[in-house]
Protein backbone atom coordinates (compact mmCIF):
# COMPACT_ATOMS: atom_id res chain seq x y z
CA UNK A 1 0.00 0.00 0.00
CA UNK A 2 1.31 3.61 -0.84
CA UNK A 3 1.00 6.33 1.89
CA UNK A 4 -0.30 9.40 1.16
CA UNK A 5 1.26 12.80 1.90
CA UNK A 6 -2.27 13.41 3.53
CA UNK A 7 -2.08 11.11 6.01
CA UNK A 8 0.36 13.38 8.32
CA UNK A 9 -2.61 16.47 7.79
CA UNK A 10 -5.15 13.94 8.88
CA UNK A 11 -3.68 13.11 11.64
CA UNK A 12 -2.75 16.74 12.73
CA UNK A 13 -6.57 17.22 12.33
CA UNK A 14 -7.41 14.66 14.36
CA UNK A 15 -6.47 15.90 17.23
CA UNK A 16 -8.74 19.31 17.39
CA UNK A 17 -12.00 18.29 15.66
CA UNK A 18 -14.79 15.85 16.05
CA UNK A 19 -15.65 15.37 12.44
CA UNK A 20 -13.41 14.72 9.78
CA UNK A 21 -14.01 14.86 6.32
CA UNK A 22 -12.32 13.77 3.53
CA UNK A 23 -13.67 14.04 0.04
CA UNK A 24 -12.34 13.58 -3.50
CA UNK A 25 -13.24 11.99 -6.29
CA UNK A 26 -14.08 8.34 -6.37
CA UNK A 27 -11.50 5.54 -6.58
CA UNK A 28 -9.20 8.45 -4.84
CA UNK A 29 -8.13 6.07 -2.13
CA UNK A 30 -10.50 8.67 0.61
CA UNK A 31 -11.95 5.54 2.48
CA UNK A 32 -8.46 3.63 2.50
CA UNK A 33 -7.00 6.17 3.99
CA UNK A 34 -9.62 6.88 6.54
CA UNK A 35 -8.95 3.01 7.49
CA UNK A 36 -5.22 3.54 7.68
CA UNK A 37 -5.43 6.30 9.93
CA UNK A 38 -8.07 5.17 12.37
CA UNK A 39 -8.15 1.52 12.08
CA UNK A 40 -10.21 1.23 15.38
CA UNK A 41 -13.49 3.09 13.93
CA UNK A 42 -15.98 0.60 12.18
CA UNK A 43 -16.45 0.89 8.64
CA UNK A 44 -19.98 1.57 7.11
CA UNK A 45 -21.02 2.91 3.27
CA UNK A 46 -23.90 4.00 3.00
CA UNK A 47 -23.72 3.03 -0.42
CA UNK A 48 -25.20 -0.07 1.15
CA UNK A 49 -29.02 0.47 0.31
CA UNK A 50 -29.23 -1.25 3.72
CA UNK A 51 -27.57 1.04 5.54
CA UNK A 52 -28.83 4.21 3.54
CA UNK A 53 -32.60 2.57 4.56
CA UNK A 54 -31.75 2.42 8.23
CA UNK A 55 -30.18 6.16 8.25
CA UNK A 56 -33.36 7.65 6.75
CA UNK A 57 -35.89 5.64 8.79
CA UNK A 58 -33.96 5.90 12.14
CA UNK A 59 -31.07 8.22 12.20
CA UNK A 60 -30.80 8.66 16.09
CA UNK A 61 -30.48 4.53 16.21
CA UNK A 62 -28.32 4.23 13.04
CA UNK A 63 -25.95 6.71 15.27
CA UNK A 64 -26.40 4.78 18.51
CA UNK A 65 -24.71 1.84 16.97
CA UNK A 66 -21.87 3.61 16.15
CA UNK A 67 -21.72 6.31 19.36
CA UNK A 68 -17.78 5.26 20.39
CA UNK A 69 -17.18 6.75 16.41
CA UNK A 70 -17.22 5.52 12.92
CA UNK A 71 -16.07 5.74 9.38
CA UNK A 72 -19.07 6.87 7.14
CA UNK A 73 -18.52 6.51 3.59
CA UNK A 74 -20.17 7.92 1.08
CA UNK A 75 -21.91 10.18 3.88
CA UNK A 76 -23.70 12.89 0.83
CA UNK A 77 -26.10 10.10 0.39
CA UNK A 78 -27.93 10.70 3.17
CA UNK A 79 -27.89 15.33 4.61
CA UNK A 80 -30.58 14.09 6.99
CA UNK A 81 -27.60 12.59 9.28
CA UNK A 82 -26.02 15.75 9.68
CA UNK A 83 -28.26 17.56 11.78
CA UNK A 84 -27.97 14.36 14.26
CA UNK A 85 -24.46 14.55 14.19
CA UNK A 86 -23.92 17.61 15.34
CA UNK A 87 -25.86 16.72 18.77
CA UNK A 88 -23.97 13.51 19.40
CA UNK A 89 -20.33 15.07 18.61
CA UNK A 90 -21.49 18.11 20.80
CA UNK A 91 -22.42 15.61 23.71
CA UNK A 92 -19.40 13.07 23.61
CA UNK A 93 -16.68 16.07 23.00
CA UNK A 94 -14.10 13.77 21.33
CA UNK A 95 -11.45 14.43 18.58
CA UNK A 96 -11.37 12.26 15.30
CA UNK A 97 -15.14 10.52 16.94
CA UNK A 98 -16.69 10.55 13.36
CA UNK A 99 -14.93 10.05 9.82
CA UNK A 100 -16.83 11.14 6.79
CA UNK A 101 -16.34 10.49 3.29
CA UNK A 102 -17.54 11.66 0.20
CA UNK A 103 -17.37 11.90 -3.84
CA UNK A 104 -19.46 14.48 -4.66
CA UNK A 105 -19.37 18.18 -2.74
CA UNK A 106 -22.91 19.30 -3.76
CA UNK A 107 -24.61 17.03 -1.02
CA UNK A 108 -21.81 16.60 1.25
CA UNK A 109 -20.57 19.76 1.96
CA UNK A 110 -24.20 21.44 1.95
CA UNK A 111 -24.72 19.03 5.07
CA UNK A 112 -21.89 20.26 6.42
CA UNK A 113 -22.12 23.96 5.91
CA UNK A 114 -25.88 23.45 7.61
CA UNK A 115 -25.26 21.34 10.79
CA UNK A 116 -21.62 21.20 11.59
CA UNK A 117 -20.36 24.26 11.33
CA UNK A 118 -17.19 24.63 13.60
CA UNK A 119 -17.12 21.08 14.31
CA UNK A 120 -15.55 19.59 11.10
CA UNK A 121 -12.27 19.49 9.45
CA UNK A 122 -11.98 19.07 5.88
CA UNK A 123 -9.31 17.40 3.72
CA UNK A 124 -9.64 16.70 -0.41
CA UNK A 125 -7.63 13.76 -1.39
CA UNK A 126 -7.09 13.54 -4.94
CA UNK A 127 -5.41 10.44 -6.79
CA UNK A 128 -1.77 9.76 -6.12
CA UNK A 129 1.13 12.57 -6.58
CA UNK A 130 4.16 11.82 -8.49
CA UNK A 131 5.87 11.82 -5.15
CA UNK A 132 4.06 8.84 -4.13
CA UNK A 133 4.54 6.84 -6.68
CA UNK A 134 8.06 7.62 -7.12
CA UNK A 135 8.70 6.98 -2.98
CA UNK A 136 7.11 3.20 -4.35
CA UNK A 137 9.21 3.08 -7.40
CA UNK A 138 6.04 3.15 -8.94
CA UNK A 139 5.76 6.19 -11.14
CA UNK A 140 6.20 5.36 -14.96
CA UNK A 141 9.35 5.70 -16.96
CA UNK A 142 8.84 9.07 -19.30
CA UNK A 143 6.10 11.73 -20.00
CA UNK A 144 3.92 9.51 -22.06
CA UNK A 145 3.51 6.81 -20.13
CA UNK A 146 2.93 8.73 -16.59
CA UNK A 147 0.18 11.12 -18.50
CA UNK A 148 -0.92 8.12 -20.41
CA UNK A 149 -1.61 5.68 -17.09
CA UNK A 150 -3.01 8.77 -14.44
CA UNK A 151 -2.92 8.57 -11.19
CA UNK A 152 -5.39 6.80 -9.46
CA UNK A 153 -4.62 4.31 -7.69
CA UNK A 154 -6.08 1.08 -8.44
CA UNK A 155 -4.35 1.14 -11.18
CA UNK A 156 -0.97 1.43 -9.25
CA UNK A 157 -2.55 -1.19 -6.14
CA UNK A 158 -3.93 -3.77 -8.86
CA UNK A 159 -1.82 -3.00 -11.82
CA UNK A 160 -4.65 -2.96 -14.06
CA UNK A 161 -4.49 -1.67 -17.83
CA UNK A 162 -5.36 1.83 -17.67
CA UNK A 163 -7.90 1.86 -20.48
CA UNK A 164 -10.08 -0.58 -19.44
CA UNK A 165 -9.98 0.65 -15.77
CA UNK A 166 -11.33 4.30 -17.29
CA UNK A 167 -13.56 2.92 -19.55
CA UNK A 168 -15.37 1.20 -16.70
CA UNK A 169 -14.55 4.23 -14.41
CA UNK A 170 -16.90 6.60 -16.74
CA UNK A 171 -19.83 3.83 -16.68
CA UNK A 172 -19.80 3.01 -13.21
CA UNK A 173 -19.33 6.00 -11.54
CA UNK A 174 -19.43 8.45 -13.40
CA UNK A 175 -22.69 8.58 -15.24
CA UNK A 176 -24.39 7.07 -12.79
CA UNK A 177 -23.30 9.78 -10.22
CA UNK A 178 -23.87 12.42 -12.85
CA UNK A 179 -27.57 10.87 -12.84
CA UNK A 180 -28.27 11.29 -9.39
CA UNK A 181 -27.07 15.33 -9.97
CA UNK A 182 -28.49 16.04 -12.84
CA UNK A 183 -31.89 14.68 -14.85
CA UNK A 184 -30.31 13.51 -18.40
CA UNK A 185 -32.51 12.76 -21.32
CA UNK A 186 -29.41 11.92 -23.37
CA UNK A 187 -26.53 10.21 -21.94
CA UNK A 188 -24.47 10.24 -25.24
CA UNK A 189 -25.37 14.01 -25.11
CA UNK A 190 -23.51 13.94 -21.79
CA UNK A 191 -20.45 11.86 -22.90
CA UNK A 192 -20.15 13.29 -26.10
CA UNK A 193 -19.91 16.66 -23.53
CA UNK A 194 -17.05 15.02 -21.53
CA UNK A 195 -15.08 14.42 -24.44
CA UNK A 196 -15.59 17.96 -25.98
CA UNK A 197 -14.28 18.88 -22.54
CA UNK A 198 -11.07 17.11 -22.89
CA UNK A 199 -10.30 18.11 -25.77
CA UNK A 200 -10.20 21.46 -24.14
CA UNK A 201 -8.04 20.36 -21.00
CA UNK A 202 -5.62 23.26 -21.08
CA UNK A 203 -7.72 26.11 -22.81
CA UNK A 204 -9.87 29.23 -21.78
CA UNK A 205 -13.04 27.50 -20.72
CA UNK A 206 -15.19 28.91 -23.19
CA UNK A 207 -19.31 28.00 -22.20
CA UNK A 208 -20.43 29.29 -25.60
CA UNK A 209 -18.95 27.22 -27.73
CA UNK A 210 -18.84 24.39 -25.81
CA UNK A 211 -22.45 24.20 -25.18
CA UNK A 212 -23.02 25.31 -28.94
CA UNK A 213 -20.58 21.97 -30.10
CA UNK A 214 -22.27 19.38 -27.73
CA UNK A 215 -25.77 20.62 -28.84
CA UNK A 216 -26.78 22.17 -25.46
CA UNK A 217 -27.73 25.31 -24.01
CA UNK A 218 -25.02 28.09 -22.54
CA UNK A 219 -26.96 27.63 -19.08
CA UNK A 220 -27.08 23.82 -19.72
CA UNK A 221 -23.52 23.92 -20.08
CA UNK A 222 -22.48 25.69 -16.90
CA UNK A 223 -24.80 23.70 -15.06
CA UNK A 224 -22.37 20.41 -16.65
CA UNK A 225 -19.39 22.08 -16.02
CA UNK A 226 -20.62 22.57 -12.34
CA UNK A 227 -20.95 18.44 -11.37
CA UNK A 228 -17.98 17.81 -13.10
CA UNK A 229 -16.40 20.25 -10.65
CA UNK A 230 -18.27 19.12 -7.79
CA UNK A 231 -17.41 15.57 -8.67
CA UNK A 232 -13.42 16.12 -8.45
CA UNK A 233 -13.43 15.16 -12.78
CA UNK A 234 -12.05 18.82 -13.30
CA UNK A 235 -10.82 22.24 -11.87
CA UNK A 236 -11.45 25.47 -13.12
CA UNK A 237 -8.35 28.05 -12.71
CA UNK A 238 -8.91 31.29 -12.30
CA UNK A 239 -7.21 34.15 -14.03
CA UNK A 240 -4.83 36.51 -11.71
CA UNK A 241 -6.34 39.97 -12.57
CA UNK A 242 -5.85 41.85 -9.17
CA UNK A 243 -3.50 44.90 -9.16
CA UNK A 244 -2.92 45.09 -12.99
CA UNK A 245 -4.29 46.65 -15.94
CA UNK A 246 -7.76 45.74 -17.86
CA UNK A 247 -6.25 44.18 -20.75
CA UNK A 248 -5.91 41.12 -19.31
CA UNK A 249 -8.17 37.97 -20.07
CA UNK A 250 -10.66 37.18 -17.15
CA UNK A 251 -12.37 33.70 -18.11
CA UNK A 252 -10.98 30.73 -16.76
CA UNK A 253 -9.37 27.55 -18.20
CA UNK A 254 -10.15 24.32 -17.45
CA UNK A 255 -7.98 21.41 -16.37
CA UNK A 256 -9.02 17.87 -15.76
CA UNK A 257 -7.99 16.94 -12.28
CA UNK A 258 -6.39 13.12 -14.20
CA UNK A 259 -4.29 12.98 -17.59
CA UNK A 260 -5.29 9.19 -17.74
CA UNK A 261 -9.34 10.02 -17.71
CA UNK A 262 -8.94 12.83 -19.96
CA UNK A 263 -6.56 10.57 -22.34
CA UNK A 264 -8.80 7.84 -22.38
CA UNK A 265 -11.55 10.29 -23.21
CA UNK A 266 -9.73 11.37 -25.96
CA UNK A 267 -9.46 8.27 -27.14
CA UNK A 268 -5.77 7.36 -27.63
CA UNK A 269 -5.31 4.03 -26.35
CA UNK A 270 -1.30 3.57 -25.67
CA UNK A 271 1.83 6.13 -24.55
CA UNK A 272 3.07 5.82 -28.01
CA UNK A 273 0.17 7.59 -29.69
CA UNK A 274 0.37 10.17 -27.27
CA UNK A 275 3.89 10.94 -27.83
CA UNK A 276 2.69 12.70 -31.41
CA UNK A 277 -0.54 14.23 -30.24
CA UNK A 278 -1.18 17.36 -30.66
CA UNK A 279 -2.83 17.96 -27.11
CA UNK A 280 0.30 16.40 -25.27
CA UNK A 281 1.68 19.83 -24.37
CA UNK A 282 -1.93 20.82 -22.76
CA UNK A 283 -2.19 17.14 -21.36
CA UNK A 284 1.56 17.61 -19.84
CA UNK A 285 0.68 21.22 -18.32
CA UNK A 286 -2.76 19.68 -17.44
CA UNK A 287 -0.48 17.15 -14.85
CA UNK A 288 1.71 19.90 -14.14
CA UNK A 289 -1.10 21.83 -12.43
CA UNK A 290 -3.14 18.93 -10.87
CA UNK A 291 0.45 18.50 -9.36
CA UNK A 292 0.61 21.61 -7.45
CA UNK A 293 -3.32 21.52 -6.52
CA UNK A 294 -3.06 18.07 -4.90
CA UNK A 295 -0.11 19.47 -3.19
CA UNK A 296 -2.44 21.81 -1.59
CA UNK A 297 -5.15 19.66 -0.43
CA UNK A 298 -2.65 17.69 1.07
CA UNK A 299 -2.01 19.79 3.49
CA UNK A 300 -5.67 20.74 3.93
CA UNK A 301 -5.29 24.40 2.29
CA UNK A 302 -7.14 25.77 -0.62
CA UNK A 303 -6.11 25.93 -3.95
CA UNK A 304 -3.37 29.18 -4.27
CA UNK A 305 -3.46 28.85 -7.94
CA UNK A 306 -4.30 30.82 -10.70
CA UNK A 307 -2.79 32.25 -14.37
CA UNK A 308 -1.84 35.32 -15.95
CA UNK A 309 -2.62 36.02 -19.70
CA UNK A 310 -2.73 39.69 -21.38
CA UNK A 311 -4.43 40.13 -24.37
CA UNK A 312 -1.16 40.48 -26.72
CA UNK A 313 -0.66 36.72 -25.85
CA UNK A 314 1.50 36.37 -23.31
CA UNK A 315 0.65 33.72 -20.66
CA UNK A 316 2.49 32.65 -17.37
CA UNK A 317 0.84 29.56 -16.84
CA UNK A 318 0.81 28.95 -13.24
CA UNK A 319 0.76 31.67 -11.02
CA UNK A 320 1.62 30.62 -6.89
CA UNK A 321 0.61 33.18 -4.06
CA UNK A 322 2.39 32.89 -1.00
CA UNK A 323 2.72 35.57 2.07
CA UNK A 324 1.69 38.29 -0.55
CA UNK A 325 4.50 37.64 -3.14
CA UNK A 326 3.34 35.86 -6.81
CA UNK A 327 6.04 32.87 -7.88
CA UNK A 328 5.65 32.50 -12.01
CA UNK A 329 5.69 29.08 -13.57
CA UNK A 330 5.95 28.54 -17.54
CA UNK A 331 5.30 24.66 -17.79
CA UNK A 332 6.60 23.26 -21.45
CA UNK A 333 6.65 19.30 -22.15
CA UNK A 334 9.53 19.54 -24.88
CA UNK A 335 12.97 18.36 -23.54
CA UNK A 336 15.16 21.20 -24.40
CA UNK A 337 13.96 25.20 -23.60
CA UNK A 338 14.88 27.80 -26.49
CA UNK A 339 14.71 31.76 -25.38
CA UNK A 340 11.46 31.97 -27.01
CA UNK A 341 10.03 29.66 -24.18
CA UNK A 342 11.33 32.13 -21.72
CA UNK A 343 9.38 35.16 -23.38
CA UNK A 344 6.20 35.38 -20.98
CA UNK A 345 8.48 34.61 -17.99
CA UNK A 346 10.27 38.22 -19.36
CA UNK A 347 7.37 40.01 -20.14
CA UNK A 348 5.65 39.11 -16.55
CA UNK A 349 9.38 40.33 -14.80
CA UNK A 350 9.05 43.40 -16.77
CA UNK A 351 5.57 43.94 -15.02
CA UNK A 352 5.93 47.36 -12.29
CA UNK A 353 6.23 45.76 -8.64
CA UNK A 354 7.38 42.29 -10.18
CA UNK A 355 11.27 42.96 -11.19
CA UNK A 356 12.66 40.88 -8.44
CA UNK A 357 10.20 38.20 -8.76
CA UNK A 358 11.63 34.41 -8.84
CA UNK A 359 11.06 33.06 -12.44
CA UNK A 360 10.91 29.18 -13.04
CA UNK A 361 10.20 26.94 -16.02
CA UNK A 362 8.94 23.21 -15.66
CA UNK A 363 9.82 21.48 -18.68
CA UNK A 364 9.89 17.63 -20.15
CA UNK A 365 13.87 17.50 -19.83
CA UNK A 366 15.79 15.45 -17.29
CA UNK A 367 18.16 18.36 -15.89
CA UNK A 368 17.49 20.61 -13.25
CA UNK A 369 19.25 24.05 -14.28
CA UNK A 370 19.49 27.20 -12.08
CA UNK A 371 20.56 30.02 -14.17
CA UNK A 372 20.84 33.43 -13.35
CA UNK A 373 17.24 34.49 -14.76
CA UNK A 374 15.41 31.51 -14.54
CA UNK A 375 15.13 28.15 -12.78
CA UNK A 376 14.82 25.26 -15.15
CA UNK A 377 13.22 22.12 -13.31
CA UNK A 378 12.83 18.82 -14.56
CA UNK A 379 9.41 17.32 -14.55
CA UNK A 380 11.60 14.37 -12.61
CA UNK A 381 12.68 16.87 -9.91
CA UNK A 382 11.38 18.35 -6.57
CA UNK A 383 9.15 20.91 -9.22
CA UNK A 384 6.71 21.61 -6.13
CA UNK A 385 9.10 23.75 -4.13
Request: hydrophobic residues 40%; glycine residues 6%; proline residues 5%.
Amino acid sequence: MIIRDAEPTLKQLAQGYPVLTITGPRQSGKSTLARTVFPNHPYVTLENPDQREFVQQDPRGFLHQYREGAIIDEAQRCPELFSWLQGVVDEYKRPAHFILTGSQQFGLLAGITQSLAGRVALLNLLPFTSAELRRTKQLPNGIDKTLYMGSYPPIFDRHLDPSTWYANYAQTYLERDVRQLIHLRDLSQFQRFLRLCAGRTGQLLNLTALGEEAGISHNTAREWISVLEASYIIHRLPPYHRNFNKRLVKTPKLYFIDTGLAVWLLGIESAQQLSTHPLRGALFETWIVAEHLKARFNIARPSNLSFWRDRSGYEIDLLIEQAGQLLPIEIKSGSTVSRDALRSLEKWRAIPGQEQAQLKLIYGGDATQKRSDVDLVSWQGSFLK
